[in-house]
């Protein structure tokens, strides 16, 4: 009689090789006034520190401008003006996220970046409705860590305008 073998959470890549999904279940955390967040590390390309602007007409008022990243022009969102929280100057410890998203790239302004944290589908609880509309379609979910809880942000739904 033959075995039944569990497959495991193995993908093939494109040379058909069998590989692990390794950014499954992690996510780059940040602090946001006094909150701390997360983004799945999958969307993030790289971190950087905090660099002139060049503004743009016509824009929502939390998309600051423009930035020129290795001769790319990239969108740069104030993650704060998004969610509609008070400003904060901007310091040594303010960060841009790079983030791409459906091939396109997009800078996300934190107050500062934490850490990558594994945080498993289990311990992700769905966010309660707060019925304050728009900032709740942001939240994927509430992951706990340890004594501490992320809200985990949707990065489509964020940069969606």
């Known amino acids: 009689m033959a075995e039944v073998m ?5 993908e093939l890549d494109d040379a058909g090789y ?4 390794t950014q499954k279940d992690k996510f780059l ?7 701390d967040y997360g983004i799945a590390i999958q969307h993030v390309i790289e971190i950087i520190g905090i660099q002139k602007i ?13 930035i020129n990243l290795r001769g790319k022009v990239i969108p740069v969102m104030d ?9 904060q100057e901007y310091d040594e410890r303010t960060c ?16 500062r ?7 498993p589908s289990e311990n992700v609880e769905p966010a309660p409705g707060s019925g304050k509309g728009q900032v709740d379609s942001y939240i994927m979910g509430l992951g ?6 992320k809200i985990l942000l949707d990065a489509r739904r964020l940069l969606a305008i």
């Open 6 to 10: 569990e497959k495991d959470p193995l």
């Open 96 to 111: 841009i996220i790079v983030v791409n998203v459906d091939d396109q790239s997009t800078g996300l302004i934190v107050d």
């Open 144 to 149: 706990k860590v340890g004594d501490r809880v």
């Open 113 to 119: 970046v934490c850490e990558v944290a594994d945080i």
């Open 29 to 35: 955390t940040f602090f946001l006034a006094n909150e």
């Open 18 to 21: 069998e590989t692990e999904d």
């Open 54 to 66: 060049t503004e743009v007409p016509d824009m929502p008022t939390f998309v600051k401008g423009v």
């Open 79 to 87: 993650v704060r003006a998004r969610f509609g929280l008070p400003g």
